[in-house]
Nanobody, 123 residues
Framework: QVQLVESGGGLVQAGGSLRLSCAPS????????MGWFRQAPGKEREFVAA??????AYADFVKGRFTISGDSEKSTMTLQMNSLKPEDTAVYYC??????????????????WGQGTQVTVSS
């Protein structure tokens, strides 16, 4: 079974930066879309950022602060997070889609997921 593995989470002060990475645990594969979601305690999982062949999309609350990049041929991706805020505290999940779709902002559009990595931003 295909599994993605995230790394790079941790504890950081408000205003700081973190870089999350994601890669397949076994053999690499080609993805049409790759994305990051997050889930804070007591809240639903929400879209953060996605990338596909023609560009990237971001949730409004991370625009200008987060940058997604990736290699679709290998299904590897990163999320550079700058100017972090306490409200960014959550478990962050990476995801990959093996089919071409109109967009990749909903969790149901993805086929493979990582186990999540904790990001904690202190005030």
């Amino acid at each position: 079974q295909v599994q993605l593995v995230e790394s790079g989470g941790g504890l950081v002060q408000a205003g700081g930066s973190l870089r999350l990475s994601c890669a397949p645990s076994g053999r690499t594969f080609r993805s049409y879309g790759m994305g990051w979601f997050r889930q804070a305690p007591g809240k639903e999982r929400e879209f953060v950022a996605a990338i596909r062949w023609n560009g990237a999309a971001y949730a409004d609350f991370v625009k200008g602060r987060f940058t997604i990049s990736g290699d679709s041929e290998k299904s590897t991706m990163t999320l550079q997070m700058n100017s972090l805020k306490p409200e960014d505290t959550a478990v962050y999940y990476c995801a990959a889609a093996r089919e071409l779709r109109s967009d990749y902002v909903r969790s149901v559009q993805y086929d493979y997921w990582g186990q999540g990595t904790q990001v904690t931003v202190s005030s």
